[in-house]
Antibody
Framework: EVHLVESGGGLVQPGGSLRLSCAAS????????MTWVRQAPGKGLEWVAN????????YYVDSVKGRFTISRDNAKNSLYLQMNSLRAEDTAIYYC????????WGKGTTVTVPS | DVVMTQSPLSLPVTLGQPASISCRSS???????????LNWFQQRPGQSPRRLIF???KRDSGVPDRFSGSGSGTDFTLKISRVEAEDIGVYYC??????????FGQGTKVEIK
């Protein structure tokens, strides 16, 4: 069965950093694009970033460009999101998803940046 | 960026009755390869989202056949033929034709009337 498990969320002060991880299992991780999507409290879904299966292409929403970095380790079946210079507006549940079409989602990890 | 507009944003429904959600895109979602990358997601209360429909009308594995997707170009619809209690939640459309960015609709909250 396909599983995605996010971790690494927490409370961080404005300007701080966090590294989110997503552990994948049940499929050949290295064959798939992977995606991060976030959801602010009480709000809708926002695509954040995704990465090609070999890491050669990466895309970001404008609001995180220059601050967030998506990466992956195919040997460890893991996806990462390095988040720097965090702002209050980055407060959200962060979900990882398989493929650009988000065909499978994890349960998410919560990031809180107080204002 | 492609803007996705859903309507209604709130949909009170009666169990056993049909329901329909509209999603419109600010430009055609037909890709140069002929495919249309329009997905629908369901988010039940307290849960992570789940994909129901991809490429306009293809149901994901395990999705009940009371869910159907249709449309073309810029106008798309998600229909539930007979609403069941487990269908309560928020539904989102998302386009994956013109990227980046991939963009979602605002969400439609389906609740019991």
């Amino acid at each position: 069965e396909v599983h995605l498990v996010e971790s690494g969320g927490g409370l961080v002060q404005p300007g701080g950093s966090l590294r989110l991880s997503c552990a994948a299992s049940g499929f050949t991780f290295s064959n798939y694009w992977m995606t991060w999507v976030r959801q602010a409290p009480g709000k809708g879904l926002e695509w954040v970033a995704n990465i090609r299966h070999d890491g050669s292409e990466k895309y970001y929403v404008d609001s995180v460009k220059g601050r967030f970095t998506i990466s992956r380790d195919n040997a460890k079946n893991s996806l990462y999101l390095q988040m720097n210079s965090l702002r209050a507006e980055d407060t959200a549940i962060y979900y990882c998803g398989r493929a650009r079409g988000m065909e499978v989602w994890g349960k998410g990890t919560t990031v809180t940046v107080p204002s | 960026d492609v803007v996705m507009t859903q309507s209604p944003l709130s949909l009170p429904v009666t169990l056993g009755q049909p329901a329909s959600i509209s999603c419109r895109s600010s430009q055609s979602l037909v890709h140069s390869n002929g495919n249309t990358y329009l997905n629908w997601f369901q988010q039940r209360p307290g849960q992570s989202p789940r994909r129901l429909i991809f490429e306009v009308s293809k149901r994901d594995s395990g999705v009940p056949d009371r869910f159907s997707g249709s449309g073309s170009g810029t106008d798309f619809t998600l229909k539930i033929s007979r609403v069941e209690a487990e269908d309560i939640g928020v539904y989102y459309c998302m386009q994956g034709t013109h990227w980046p960015p991939w963009t979602f609709g605002q969400g439609t909250k389906v609740e019991i009337k």
